[in-house]
């Protein structure tokens, strides 16, 4: 009651909050004040009104910020917890500081504040880890608010700076934490960053050695500093699993909530990185911090090339290090250096920089892939808002990553390079690619194609991804070139590139790939003597080449649609329609388990009216396969497919449909039979009301036509079992059609069903089910749809859902 009295009285009469916070602020000063002074003190301190004061009068600010930051020393569990919340909701609020206040720091008379509170958090030995981590908290919002006035002096801000680099080696993990984020913020000016690829800065001398500059400098350099500070910043991160999640440091197994309000820093505006989505797997869960990696981008866009050479001892001993943790900061500060396109980074990069990153490629650890592949990433990616902007060393990573291994790289080596690769391609914007890099993308294309069929499954795998990567990014090129006229020194390239012959080399090796593994299938089940084996020792040799060449394909269409560029692809992925619909069952387990991983994501591909003739081709062409688990699976597909473009296809294109479907009622094997059932019970009811009643219409007819026969006993065997159980799925299939209702037609149909019920299996086990299933689905509203039939058609329902009993 009296904290909300004395709120009203501070509403009312602003002058009287000056003094108040000044006496509030005293009470947490006071070691002897009591725990519910202190809560009191708090409570009154953190209200709107205290808080907008705050940005306003100089005296009230220090004394409110030296107040909370001096009352360690109250030994009650709630008033610390009080005092804590007081701070970070001071945090959550600070919008800034008065051009007052800012000119009161800046004065010689008035000094004292920075003075104390930067002794506060340099001292992290006599004050507790949590005030030293408040005070640094403050430095640093005092250090922002500085430098956002033109006409502050930087000794502040080159002070905090300084601070906070010496504070990245610091034992405290939240220390660091905090660290982090105050570099990010506080390094943004870049004097030595190179303008284009070849010129220098256009800042004059005095602004590269600038006073921060120097200031850092004197930091840095010192004996063993850059070792520490990397020790340190491996502690943070942590590879399990659960708390690696990119852009938390780590935090979560050691900070508490408080801590991470402190440490977490709100006004860090910087944009999101990775910009592109990742779906390669390959790559694994990796523990890269973008923010480690800005630091020391920032660093030596601040400093030049001093840090480059601070650098090169301990970043050659992390590389080589044999713990994950050590390795993850090197890839940071590697990544940082090459995206910063700082003056002498060219030198320094044949000088010792290339020789390293050529080391990490060629060495056989595993565990570190992910970091370096976002290394590389990172290093590559594109600068500016739209992110088109190419980094000065892009083409040099490149060009170090595509170089070709030695002979006795193993398994691992390549498929650590392949992963780079596919790392690095995916940060390319396409329409804005050099001509450079499109030759990269030719050369890539054909070492591709030609190792498709490694031995390596993990290979293959990784092949499948750049490839997806690879042709996306040619045909995002393509249309870019469409639409815009092709630059001056490119026509030579785009009319290579619309030539498409990877296209047509892929197609043409897939329908040969396709042709021999079934032929070899068949041969297999065929072979029974060793003499043949022998004799076919060749072949089954080139058919297992054809086997690694598809699933390398599987891959490729898997990445593509993973990936959402597959729009770009479409026509790519209709031509492989048929080995995908093909190989679903095959003596190739991986094989067949990538070709139906592929067909879960392709059957809900809706492809454009340009597309739409050649998938019809090949579905109609699968329909009539001599393989019956070929039609099986084309019969799967379609019934997605009719699901997405019902409203797409043209009347011609539905009819040769419905007719294949109809066709496939009398197949030869039972199986195709059913499966065609279901899939015209669907297509009936997919809203195309004039081939669902033509249909109805004819199976009725010739249903009808077959029970008359029957009943005369006259020509029962010149219908093979496979007519008459076609007719039969006719009326299953118009009969599941309507499931719930109980239109003019279906007891006429249900009925004609029902007498079927006495032929021989499996006529007699589809009538059953399908009987059975039609009561169920009616079973709710049954007492009304009866009077739908008649006597008669009701006794023969009956007759047919009964069982028969054993003592009939």
């Given at each position: 009651?009296?904290?909300?009295?004395?709120?009203?009285?501070?509403?009312?009469?602003?002058?009287?909050?000056?003094?108040?916070?000044?006496?509030?602020?005293?009470?947490?000063?006071?070691?002897?004040?009591?725990?519910n002074?202190v809560?009191?003190?708090?409570?009154?301190?953190?209200?709107?009104?205290?808080?907008?004061?705050?940005?306003?009068?100089?005296?009230?600010?220090?004394?409110?910020?030296?107040?909370?930051?001096?009352?360690?020393?109250?030994?009650?569990?709630?008033?610390?917890?009080?005092?804590?919340?007081?701070?970070?909701?001071?945090?959550?609020?600070?919008?800034?500081?008065?051009?007052?206040?800012l000119?009161?720091?800046?004065?010689?008379t008035?000094?004292?504040?920075?003075?104390?509170?930067?002794?506060?958090?340099?001292?992290?030995?006599?004050?507790?880890?949590?005030?030293?981590?408040?005070?640094?908290?403050?430095?640093?919002?005092?250090?922002?608010?500085?430098?956002?006035d033109?006409?502050?002096?930087f000794?502040?801000?080159?002070?905090?700076?300084?601070?906070?680099?010496?504070?990245?080696?610091?034992?405290?993990?939240?220390?660091?934490i905090?660290?982090?984020?105050?570099l990010?913020?506080?390094?943004?000016?870049?004097?030595?960053?190179?303008?284009?690829?070849?010129?220098?800065?256009?800042?004059?001398?005095?602004?590269?050695?600038?006073?921060?500059?120097?200031?850092?400098?004197?930091?840095?350099?010192?004996?063993?500093?850059?070792?520490?500070?990397?020790?340190?910043?491996?502690?943070?991160?942590?590879?399990?699993?659960?708390?690696?999640?990119?852009?938390?440091?780590?935090?979560?197994?050691?900070?508490?909530?408080?801590?991470?309000?402190?440490?977490?820093?709100?006004?860090?505006?910087?944009?999101?990185?990775?910009?592109?989505?990742?779906?390669?797997?390959?790559?694994?869960?990796?523990?890269?911090?973008?923010?480690?990696?800005?630091?020391?981008?920032?660093?030596?866009?601040?400093?030049?090339?001093?840090?480059?050479l601070?650098?090169?001892?301990?970043?050659?001993?992390?590389?080589?290090?044999?713990?994950?943790?050590?390795?993850?900061?090197?890839?940071?500060?590697?990544?940082?250096?090459?995206?910063?396109?700082?003056?002498?980074?060219?030198?320094?990069?044949?000088?010792?920089?290339?020789?390293?990153?050529?080391?990490?490629?060629?060495?056989?650890?595993?565990?570190?892939?992910?970091?370096?592949?976002?290394?590389?990433?990172?290093?590559?990616?594109?600068?500016?808002?739209?992110?088109?902007?190419?980094?000065?060393?892009?083409?040099?990573?490149?060009?170090?990553?595509?170089?070709?291994?030695?002979p006795t790289?193993?398994?691992?080596?390549?498929?650590?390079?392949?992963?780079?690769?596919?790392?690095?391609?995916?940060?390319?914007?396409?329409p804005?690619?050099?001509?450079?890099?499109?030759?990269?993308?030719?050369?890539?294309?054909?070492?591709?194609?030609?190792?498709?069929?490694?031995?390596?499954?993990?290979?293959?795998?990784?092949?499948?991804?750049?490839?997806?990567?690879?042709?996306?990014?040619?045909?995002?090129?393509?249309?870019?070139?469409?639409?815009?006229p092709?630059?001056?020194?490119?026509?030579?390239?785009?009319?290579?590139?619309?030539?498409?012959?990877?296209?047509?080399?892929?197609?043409?090796?897939?329908?040969?790939?396709?042709?021999?593994?079934?032929?070899?299938?068949?041969?297999d089940?065929?072979?029974?003597?060793?003499?043949?084996?022998?004799?076919?020792?060749?072949?089954?040799?080139?058919?297992?080449?054809?086997?690694?060449?598809?699933?390398?394909?599987?891959?490729?269409?898997?990445?593509?649609?993973?990936?959402?560029?597959?729009?770009?692809?479409?026509?790519?992925?209709?031509?492989?329609?048929?080995?995908?619909?093909?190989?679903?069952?095959?003596?190739h387990?991986?094989?067949?388990?990538?070709?139906?991983?592929?067909?879960?994501?392709?059957?809900?591909?809706v492809?454009?009216?340009?597309?739409?003739?050649?998938?019809?081709?090949?579905?109609?062409?699968?329909?009539?396969?001599?393989?019956?688990?070929?039609?099986?699976?084309?019969?799967?597909?379609?019934?997605?497919?009719?699901?997405?473009?019902?409203?797409?296809?043209?009347?011609?294109?539905k009819?040769?449909?419905?007719?294949?479907?109809?066709?496939?009622?009398?197949?030869?094997?039972?199986?195709?039979?059913?499966?065609?059932?279901?899939?015209?019970?669907?297509?009936?009811?997919?809203?195309?009301?004039?081939?669902?009643?033509?249909?109805?219409?004819?199976?009725?007819?010739?249903?009808?036509?077959?029970?008359?026969?029957?009943?005369?006993?006259?020509?029962?065997?010149?219908?093979?079992?496979?007519?008459?159980?076609?007719?039969?799925?006719?009326?299953?299939?118009?009969?599941?059609?309507?499931?719930?209702?109980?239109?003019?037609?279906?007891?006429?149909?249900?009925?004609?069903l029902?007498?079927?019920?006495?032929?021989p299996?499996?006529?007699?086990?589809?009538?059953?089910?399908?009987?059975?299933?039609?009561?169920?689905?009616?079973?709710?509203?049954?007492n009304?749809?009866?009077?739908?039939?008649?006597?008669?058609?009701?006794?023969?329902?009956?007759?047919?859902?009964?069982?028969?009993?054993?003592?009939?």
């Amino acid at each position: 009651l009296a904290g909300k009295s004395l709120l009203k009285l501070l509403k009312r009469w602003p002058p009287l909050l000056s003094k108040c916070v000044g006496s509030l602020s005293e009470n947490l000063r006071n070691p002897d004040a009591p725990e519910n002074v202190v809560l009191g003190s708090c409570s009154i301190l953190s209200s709107q009104s205290v808080l907008k004061h705050l940005t306003t009068d100089p005296k009230s600010f220090s004394s409110f910020l030296l107040g909370i930051l001096s009352s360690s020393h109250h030994e009650s569990m709630k008033s610390q917890k009080a005092i804590i919340e007081l701070f970070v909701k001071y945090n959550i609020h600070f919008a800034g500081l008065s051009k007052n206040i800012l000119r009161s720091l800046d004065s010689s008379t008035s000094g004292d504040l920075v003075s104390q509170i930067s002794a506060m958090s340099f001292d992290s030995s006599s004050l507790h880890w949590r005030y030293n981590l408040m005070a640094n908290r403050v430095l640093l919002l005092l250090a922002m608010s500085c430098r956002m006035d033109p006409t502050f002096s930087f000794k502040i801000l080159n002070e905090t700076a300084g601070h906070f680099l010496k504070n990245l080696k610091s034992q405290l993990p939240q220390t660091r934490i905090l660290a982090i984020s105050a570099l990010n913020t506080l390094l943004k000016e870049s004097p030595h960053k190179m303008q284009g690829k070849d010129q220098p800065p256009v800042s004059s001398q005095e602004n590269a050695n600038s006073s921060l500059d120097l200031a850092l400098s004197q930091i840095f350099q010192e004996e063993g500093f850059f070792r520490e500070t990397f020790e340190s910043l491996s502690h943070i991160h942590i590879t399990d699993t659960d708390s690696s999640s990119r852009g938390n440091h780590g935090s979560s197994s050691f900070q508490s909530m408080a801590d991470k309000s402190i440490t977490r820093f709100y006004f860090e505006f910087s944009a999101s990185w990775p910009r592109t989505p990742s779906w390669i797997s390959l790559l694994g869960s990796d523990i890269f911090y973008p923010s480690f990696a800005r630091i020391f981008k920032r660093l030596a866009q601040e400093c030049g090339v001093p840090v480059l050479l601070a650098l090169k001892s301990p970043l050659e001993e992390f590389c080589n290090a044999k713990e994950r943790p050590k390795q993850c900061v090197a890839a940071e500060t590697l990544a940082g250096l090459l995206h910063s396109d700082v003056n002498g980074l060219v030198s320094e990069w044949d000088s010792w920089i290339k020789v390293q990153l050529q080391n990490v490629i060629l060495g056989q650890s595993v565990e570190s892939i992910p970091e370096w592949a976002t290394c590389i990433r990172y290093a590559v990616t594109g600068k500016g808002k739209q992110g088109t902007k190419i980094p000065i060393m892009r083409q040099q990573i490149l060009d170090c990553i595509v170089a070709p291994l030695p002979p006795t790289a193993t398994t691992t080596v390549v498929s650590k390079r392949y992963a780079f690769l596919s790392a690095a391609l995916i940060e390319l914007s396409p329409p804005k690619m050099p001509v450079s890099e499109v030759k990269l993308h030719i050369v890539l294309l054909d070492e591709l194609i030609h190792n498709m069929s490694h031995s390596s499954a993990q290979i293959r795998e990784a092949i499948g991804v750049i490839l997806s990567v690879l042709c996306s990014n040619i045909r995002l090129r393509m249309s870019y070139q469409q639409k815009h006229p092709s630059e001056e020194g490119r026509t030579d390239v785009d009319s290579q590139l619309k030539e498409e012959n990877w296209f047509k080399l892929i197609s043409a090796r897939a329908s040969e790939a396709v042709t021999n593994i079934q032929q070899a299938s068949i041969s297999d089940s065929l072979d029974t003597s060793a003499d043949v084996d022998m004799e076919n020792a060749q072949s089954n040799g080139d058919s297992l080449d054809d086997v690694k060449w598809m699933e390398t394909l599987f891959h490729f269409i898997i990445s593509s649609f993973k990936s959402g560029r597959s729009s770009y692809l479409g026509d790519v992925i209709a031509g492989f329609l048929y080995p995908v619909i093909s190989l679903q069952e095959t003596s190739h387990k991986d094989l067949s388990t990538l070709a139906k991983a592929a067909f879960e994501l392709l059957k809900w591909r809706v492809f454009p009216g340009s597309h739409l003739q050649k998938v019809i081709e090949v579905i109609l062409s699968s329909a009539d396969d001599s393989n019956w688990r070929i039609r099986s699976s084309t019969l799967t597909y379609l019934r997605s497919f009719m699901y997405r473009h019902t409203f797409l296809l043209a009347h011609e294109e539905k009819q040769k449909i419905w007719k294949t479907v109809e066709k496939l009622l009398v197949d030869s094997q039972v199986e195709v039979r059913e499966h065609a059932a279901a899939v015209l019970a669907g297509l009936m009811k997919g809203g195309d009301e004039d081939f669902a009643a033509d249909f109805r219409d004819r199976s009725y007819a010739e249903a009808n036509s077959i029970q008359k026969k029957r009943n005369r006993r006259k020509s029962s065997s010149t219908q093979s079992t496979a007519e008459v159980h076609g007719a039969v799925l006719g009326l299953v299939a118009s009969v599941l059609s309507v499931p719930y209702d109980m239109p003019s037609w279906l007891p006429d149909h249900v009925t004609l069903l029902a007498r079927f019920a006495g032929e021989p299996t499996p006529i007699k086990s589809t009538v059953t089910k399908a009987v059975a299933e039609f009561r169920r689905t009616h079973a709710d509203t049954w007492n009304i749809q009866k009077d739908s039939f008649t006597e008669e058609q009701l006794e023969v329902l009956a007759d047919t859902s009964s069982s028969s009993s054993y003592f009939a």
